[in-house]
């Protein structure tokens, strides 16, 4: 023998044929028509989003009912700068990636945020800035990304316990 | 409980980032076997297994349990797997040690391994599924900005999470299983590494490694018959919550805070920074040394960073926290957390080796896994409860 | 899936989205000494099994004998014919089967071996195919090291 075999390649292939549900059908059927909408529990009358058909405190499920537009302007409560590529990645690193609570929801979201990496502080208030509506699809892709408003920043104060 | 149970018996493989020697099998053998001559057993004296492993996608082995059936002695016996995410090296222990305590089984063997040269982690982790956010941050992008946030929140000064880095590097110096043996580091090295997900430095992240991890559990009648001392589980506790509800606290969970509180009730536990001697906690980014702190009840809310600054948490301070070099210079995945309660094992057995904390009687082993939602944790001790 | 039905689960609001979803992955596994071996002699046209410390020949082999879980003791080379345990007809192959016609898919117990090793058999018609039949491996030309350097096997007397 020439040399030993130590090694084989294990290709993996699995199609599958996935379905976000009802409830966040309804969230990223919006996102086409440039809503945001989150589900508000009927107990507790927390608003989450990306909405999950139950609230993951109560653990009861929510209806169509319990759907409601929250707006597309928020704090950034939390961020980090990236900087490193790997696979998939879809834009150049340097850039700023952050949890951003819309005006109306309990929960942040996580998305990105235009901004000069060294201008990215907690507090800013941004905006989503929506794809043209040719070009939305039922993703959270049909938003771009946030930018600043230019809005004085939040106090820490009020977004402190999300952060 | 009706039976008690100890820790007779540890195994690790070398942690490498490539064990190109070893099938998979071959690698949790290597660490099962190890278990079993410190226990002073043979395969035939083991009544039951069970494993543990990262989540499938990692490195493509979606029944461990059947296709390492006879690499770990299972043939004719009860085998089960236990999947809980990072922290599954621990709740795997914590499952095979109530088959003990529940008095089911008298010896089991519990194995977790982690072969990352085999798949890629950071794909496993955010693969872009249809409707789900795209992936626009890799690995560390979740963790990043709770670390921002907490820095901000406890006011800790910008040079912590390098103490942390370099303390747990020159640890692992001293253990001859950890992956990296980084003799030159320093602050300056840390600090002149490149940063990936800012706040965190390339040097303040966990590498990517193969390995394994086995402990043989045993119940008391068995427990006297080896020449070594056992470790006695004093308590284990699992927890979880989901990654997203209003109002939760990523940097501080609740999840964690509860399992802490559960496992130090069972062990009689009430100062833990005083009675815990040391502590092995799964920090895979410097700076959840000081949030793990917090979280664990070894200081108040945002008192976990003076902890690391005045060296309490160093190999001669009152709790040393990661003397094996933790999972910053080891990780195995599937096995991190396992690698963490099997040192806590050695420790109190006065087995550490060149990393072993002086007199240690009482020590925490701590797992976490997904977006901090689960959380194991166990605490052996040196005397009989 | 009656979208009717789902309509009417559903009031408010819109049908739940469908999408098809690939999860695709190469891993790369490190093959340990026995695996190793077997694969290094399937590129020199040579099969090797292993001998458990009971003796038995295992083909393909494992690490550790399967009735016992001790570690095998040594590589045996074996022969590249064997005789038909049992088996099934694939009258219409899928892509990733290893022939585009039909086939059988067979358990062979080589001559030398314990155990037997799951293949494809070409042999044309399903009536042909017989258990305790004798078949042989057809190698490919070209031989990298992996499970499809046999590519199938073929009754004896097809020589
Ligand atoms: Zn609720």
Known sequence: MNYAVTRMLAPVRLPFVVTPGEALSRFLSALVEGRLIGERCSECSKVVLPPRGACPTCGIATNPRDNVTVSDGGTVVMFCIVNIPFEGQTIKPPYVYASILLDGADVPLLHLVEVPVDKARMGMRVRAEWAPPTERKPSLEAIRWFVPTGEPDASYEAYKEYA | MSERCAVIGVGQTKYAAKRGDLSIAGLVREAAERALADAELRWRDIDAVVIGKAPDMFEGVMMPELYLADALGAVGKPMMRVHTAGSVGGSTAIAASHLVQAGVHERVLTVAFEKQSEGDAMWALSPKYPFQPPL???????FAPLIRAYMRRSGAPNDVGV???VKDRLNALR?????????DISPETVLSSPMLWDPIRYLETCPSSDGACAMVL???ANAGRTSRPPAWVLGSAVRSEPAVFAGRDQINPRAGA??????YRQAGVTDPVREIDVAEIYVPFSWFEPMWLENLGFCEPNFGWRMTLDETTSLSGRLPVNPSGGVLSSNPIGASGMIRFAEAALQVRGMAGEHQVDGARV???HAYGGAS????????????P | MDGSKSESRNPGGVRPLVADYLLEFTYKRSLGPVIGNFFSGLREQLIYGARTPSGRVIVPPTEYDPDTGEAVVEHVLVGDAGRVETWSWVAAPLACHPLPHPFAWALIRLDGADTSLFHAVDIGARESMKTGMRVKARWRAERIGTIRDLECFVPEWFR
């Open chain 2, 175 to 183: 253990n001859q299983y950890a992956h990296l043996q980084l003799a």
């Open chain 2, 363 to 365: 020590a925490l082993g």
């Open chain 2, 373 to 384: 939602q689960f959380f194991a944790m166990w605490v052996v001790g040196a005397r009989k």
């Open chain 2, 163 to 165: 103490r942390v880095a």
């Open chain 2, 218 to 220: 045993s119940n008391e």
């Open chain 2, 258 to 263: 509860d399992c802490a509180r559960d496992v």
């Open chain 2, 136 to 142: 626009v941050a890799g690995a560390g992008g979740f």
